[in-house]
């Protein structure tokens, strides 16, 4: 079956092409949302989250390599490595977004 079947010849030229909105947070027609984005906290409440997020990640990398040395054949070493990558990855982002939070804080202060 060749794609002009599927398609439709009257449908297969030009530079019109007709898009399905597969998200509600897409653009619409118009260029418009139909749907509100979703609130989001303050900036101290994400700050904590990825905090927390992050402390999640490291627990459960932890976790991994006590169980690993305890009982090596219960636990796959990728899955160790996996484990320690996200956290490393994790701690590293969200120390990125406070040093960034505070350097921008300190030349809000110094600004006169």
Do not use: C, W
């Not at 030009?14 to 909105?21: A, E, I, S």
């Not at 749907?35 to 990398?61: C, H, I, R, W, Y």
């Amino acid at each position: 079956m060749s794609l002009m079947n599927l398609v439709g010849a009257d449908s297969a030229f030009g530079d019109v092409v007709q898009l399905k909105r597969s998200r509600p947070r897409h653009l619409n027609e118009e260029g418009l949302m139909t749907e509100a984005p979703a609130k989001t906290g303050k900036f101290g409440e994400m700050v904590v989250d990825a905090l927390n997020s992050a402390n999640n990640a490291e627990q459960d990398s932890a976790g991994l390599m006590q169980q690993m040395i305890t009982d090596p054949d219960s636990v796959d070493v990728h899955d160790v490595t996996i484990a320690m990558a996200k956290a490393e990855m994790a701690v590293n982002l969200t120390k990125s977004v406070i040093d960034g939070a505070v350097k921008a804080y300190k030349e809000i202060i110094s600004t006169r």
